[in-house]
């Protein structure tokens, strides 16, 4: 099994920036898509942002021109890089890698002023 470990959330005002920061036990992660999600208080959890083994990306509508996904495959970790901050990009964020159902314990964003 893999472990996911997520790291980099907090509290930050509107217009802020948060990197986070998802780290895997295994080299496994490197040749799967691992995506990020969030699910805020009452939401059903969403899909932020996917990236491939390739390197090909994708980002939900609310989140584009925003945040950035990347992976560095020579330490097992994704990180999504979140900049111009909202109120409602509150939420948990985790890390998955949908292949096998794995996920993080989840680390939590507050954009608050």
């Known amino acids: 099994q893999v472990q996911l470990v997520e790291s980099g959330g907090g509290l930050v005002q509107p217009g802020g920036s948060l990197r986070l920061s998802c780290a895997a036990s295994?080299?496994?992660?490197?040749?799967?898509?691992m995506v990020w999600y969030r699910q805020a208080p009452g939401n059903e959890r969403e899909l932020v942002a996917a990236?491939?083994?390739?390197?090909?990306?994708n980002y939900a509508d609310s989140v584009k021109a925003r945040f950035t996904i990347s992976r560095n495959n020579a330490k097992n970790t994704v990180y999504l890089q979140m900049n111009s901050l909202k109120p409602e990009d509150t939420a948990v964020y985790y890390c998955s890698l949908p292949r096998y159902d794995y996920w993080g314990q989840g680390t939590q964003v507050t954009v608050s002023s």
């Open positions: 295994g080299s496994i992660v490197n040749i799967h898509t």
């Open positions: 990236i491939t083994s390739g390197g090909s990306t």
